[in-house]
């Protein structure tokens, strides 16, 4: 099973509609990430969070919000969604007790039409 | 200009060639660095750290040049199974980390 486990993995929603993606991990991480991905842009942050009442926003923020229910757990939210929205979609987490590595989840695709 | 840059490719190699890649970085200040692989629609995943005086791990080879600000990543006698895409990451501090848009790698038999 995948230590960091985002849901759902694959979405179509239609313009206007509120989508949540969540995160859930197993690594006892402190900190948590969401990331979105297209074509030649390379990875982008959205939201980090390095604990539980922390949450701070990325470049690319607007547009989005965020929750962190607990430790293992950061979701990301759509609140209108519009189509430049479609992307891939990842979580990770890191922890400063073991260099800060940044480890992904498996990814969501987010369509929206 | 882009924080990291990175020659998207691709590149197509025969298998048992060495390969090259160079990543370029804007941030003088940048703290740690970093390549990920990535295969195709799947997450990144770590591939190795870039130390100040180079490492090695098997057939990958990464040194960094802080002077001409750039990082680099060799792969010796690579396999088919080294297709996929490398992404440099560049962490600017304050867990600030900066991903090139990565350079596709395609080893054919």
């Known amino acids: 099973d995948a230590d960091v486990t985002q849901t759902p993995r694959n979405r179509i929603t239609k313009t206007g509609k509120r989508i949540m993606l969540e995160c859930s991990q197993t690594?006892?991480?402190?900190?948590m990430y969401w990331y979105r991905q297209d074509p030649g842009l390379g990875l982008r942050l959205i939201y980090y969070?390095?604990?539980?009442?922390?949450?701070n926003k990325g470049e690319i923020s607007d547009g989005y919000s965020v929750s962190r229910q607990a430790q293992a757990k950061f979701s990301l939210s759509l609140e209108s969604a519009i189509p430049n929205q479609t992307a891939l979609y990842f979580c990770?987490?890191?922890?400063?007790?073991?260099?800060?590595?940044?480890?992904f989840g498996e990814g969501s695709w987010l369509t929206v039409v | 200009r882009k924080e990291v840059e990175q020659d998207p490719g691709p590149f197509n190699v025969p298998e048992g060639a060495t390969v090259a890649f160079n990543c370029t970085y804007s941030?003088?200040?940048?703290?740690?660095f970093f390549w990920y692989r990535q295969d195709c629609r799947k997450e990144p995943k770590l591939l190795m750290s870039?130390?100040?005086s180079g490492n090695e791990d098997g057939r990958f080879t990464a040194q960094l040049n802080r002077a001409s600000q750039y990082i680099s990543l060799l792969i010796r006698d690579s396999k088919l199974s080294d297709s996929a895409t490398y992404l440099c990451?560049?962490?600017?501090?304050?867990?600030?980390?900066?991903f090139g848009q990565g350079t596709r790698l395609t080893i054919n038999p």
């Open positions: 990451v560049v962490n600017k501090g304050a867990q600030k980390l900066v």
């Open positions: 941030n003088s200040a940048s703290q740690s």
């Open positions: 990770a987490t890191s922890d400063r007790r073991f260099g800060n590595t940044i480890y």
């Open positions: 690594k006892g991480h402190d900190r």
């Open positions: 870039v130390y100040s």
């Open positions: 969070s390095f604990d539980v009442k922390d949450i």
